[in-house]
């Protein structure tokens, strides 16, 4: 393992902002996998870091394949980790929205042009990603449809779903979709959790990164064979919002099959404490993501669910 | 007469409200309507000057008006109540979720129904006040997109500068931008700094609306004399300085007059160690139309603009 300042900055009263990469193996730039590049997403660098310390294993029991580098930044963004701060602490702008970059521009333009160029040429790009609104995940891969897109690459994670996304005007400012414009291949992948650190579904995450890079003939690796991954699309799937505002009383959770006509949630009034509300299922379908907050927000997407017949 | 434009229930015992005020006078011979729009960016309140000087002067002067103003001055009525730019608990910059939908989630609701009623206005204003970090003169933006609509309007607005900029996937999702899709004519305001306001500069855009609206006959009253901006499109260049090294910045110059290449805009110091880090020169003879107000930078953090041949 070899561990590399990839981007620095000077600054005036904390510790110079750094960067750091970790990389295993030598040879050609076969995948890089990069964790949290906002203050809350511990669960995006907890993923990496169980990856770090697994790459060091294999590669002390030479398992890492002759003429590949696997690199891995646990944490793009450390100044909004440790002060937990979403965004850049400063301006408040999203590294994620920066790609790719110039290093000539404002802060988070370098930062994200410094990382940029470390990372355009790997091969394959792998980023731990989180969701903008609050909740939990089913533990899916989601590539944007760009034309670079490669679903049956995606399918090789062996994860249940694979998720295909139409990119909106913001998508495009984004590391996997400029990836993906700079022929790397790209894939998002979503554990259930952000700033809650779910260990469960991160060594799925992590099993599944090892697993591709065995089926990518970068590591050998003996892990379990993983899901036929199903393939849905973020258009095809189906919102359901609560219409009033409210406490949120889920009754279903991320993962689970639903029947047309299930309660998944009730909406409890604030102050009264009644039931101002009842969510049921429009269709039969895995729960894709659930809501998870104690309190809604009229109209918010509480669940979104992938319907049975987008299933196989 | 004051309206609810668009009303959310939120989870504890209040509502959300967007309202305007409508001025028109009880005989309109003008059907045309402006609207002036302000605080999406909750921490930015120049246009907040604006709007009462706007509605004060033309509600004692009413016998002048001959079509409709409508008037908004808090598009993110939680932003300015709680000093956020962006809508708080969302962590969402609300110029980003433009033009919205009525079937999605709150902020997507709102969004809708802000475009559908400031939407069929002859001409829209968006007044935004930078951020806290800079200072600018009063300015109208403009995507190359809809320049050929939008100049002949900005130049009669008073302002001291037109910016013409290249079109951005990412500006696609602004108020402005949606409304100008749409054919409702939307010009963007930037002037003064982020959290304060800059009277001289409300009283100026506040002449130029004046005379727009004489202009497009929707009132009668006093017409004002504008002046004539600089503009980016007439063979002109706008360069950017950036921060070299993080500090403290002191600016040495005053916003707004011309500089000399090689002059020193600034410099950047350590009050730890009681010293320079690093100058600011400027790499060109222009006018500094932009400046950083806000001390503390970051390597990369913008200091200011320059307009040059
Ligand atoms: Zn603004």
């Known amino acids: ?312 | 007469m004051i309206t609810t434009v668009v009303k959310v229930k939120l989870p504890v015992n209040e509502s959300l409200e967007i309202k305007k005020m409508r001025l028109e006078p009880e005989e309109k011979s003008c059907d045309k309507r402006i609207s002036i729009v302000t605080g999406i960016h909750g921490d930015e309140l120049e246009g907040q000057y604006v709007c009462y000087k706007l509605s004060d002067y033309l509600q004692k002067n009413i016998g002048f008006l001959k079509g409709t103003v409508d008037i908004y001055p808090a598009l993110n009525p939680f932003g300015i109540d709680s000093i956020t730019r962006g809508i708080p608990a969302f962590d969402l910059d609300m110029n980003r979720i433009f033009p919205g939908s009525s079937e999605g989630d709150m902020n997507e609701y709102l969004a809708s129904q802000i475009i559908k009623d400031v939407a069929g206005s002859a001409l829209v204003l968006d007044i935004h006040a930078s951020n806290i970090f800079l200072t600018e003169v009063p300015q109208i933006r403009i995507n190359e997109l809809h320049e050929k609509t939008l100049i002949p309007f900005a130049e009669e607005a008073n302002v001291d500068f037109i910016w013409v900029h290249g079109a951005s996937t990412v500006l696609e999702s602004t108020f402005a931008h949606s409304l100008n899709t749409m054919g409702t004519p939307t010009l963007v305001v930037e002037m003064g700094v982020g959290m304060r306001i800059t009277k001289a500069y409300g009283d100026q855009l506040f002449k130029g609306i004046l005379h727009l609206m004489h202009q497009m006959g929707i009132w009668s009253g006093e017409d004002p004399v504008v002046k004539k901006p600089e503009e980016s499109f007439a063979h002109k260049d706008v360069c950017f300085l950036n921060a070299p090294a993080s500090g403290i910045f002191l600016k040495n110059v005053v916003h707004g007059t011309c500089v000399k290449k090689s002059e020193q805009i600034g410099v950047i110091v350590d009050p730890l160690s009681g010293t320079v880090i690093d100058e600011v020169k400027s790499p060109v003879d222009g006018w500094l139309f932009t400046i950083r107000e806000y001390p503390v930078v970051n390597e990369g953090s913008l200091i200011g603009r320059i307009l040059y041949d």
């Open chain 1, 1 to 312: 393992m070899t561990e590399k300042t990839l981007f620095e900055i000077k600054a005036l009263y904390r510790d110079d902002f750094r960067v750091t990469g970790f990389s295993f193996g030598k040879g050609e730039k076969a995948v890089c996998i990069v964790g949290s590049m906002r203050g809350n997403e511990n669960q995006q660098m907890y993923c990496c870091s169980q990856l770090v310390r697994k790459l060091k294993e294999l590669e002390e029991k030479g398992r890492i394949r002759g003429g590949k580098e696997i690199l891995v930044i646990p944490c793009v963004n450390p100044y909004s980790m440790n002060i937990k701060k979403r965004f850049w602490s400063i301006d408040n702008t999203d590294i994620n929205r920066m790609f790719p970059g110039y290093q000539e521009g404002e802060t988070t333009q370098r930062i994200a042009g410094g990382v940029f160029d470390a990372i355009k040429d790997y091969a394959y790009g792998l980023q731990f990603a989180s969701f903008y609104m609050p909740g939990r995940f089913v533990p899916h891969i989601r590539i944007m449809k760009t034309g670079f897109e490669d679903v049956e690459l995606a399918k090789k994670f062996g994860f249940p779903y694979v998720i295909l996304h139409t990119p909106r005007p913001f998508d495009t400012t984004t590391l996997n979709y400029n990836w993906q414009i700079w022929e790397t291949k790209a894939f998002s992948i979503y554990t259930t959790t952000t700033e809650e650190i779910d260990r469960t579904s991160a060594r799925w995450a992590v099993e599944s990164v090892l697993g591709f890079l065995q089926r990518m003939g970068v590591i050998e690796y003996g892990g379990a064979a993983g899901y036929v991954s199903k393939v849905a699309s973020t258009e095809n799937m189906i919102t359901v919002r609560n219409r009033t505002a409210g406490f949120f009383e889920g009754k279903v959770n991320a993962g689970e099959h639903v029947r047309k006509g299930q309660i998944l949630a009730c909406i409890v009034d604030c102050c009264k404490g009644q039931i101002a509300d009842e969510i049921y299922s429009p269709v039969e379908g895995t729960l894709l993501f659930a809501h998870a907050e104690p309190k809604a927000y009229q109209n918010t997407a509480v669940y979104k669910i992938i319907p049975e017949t987008e299933e196989w």
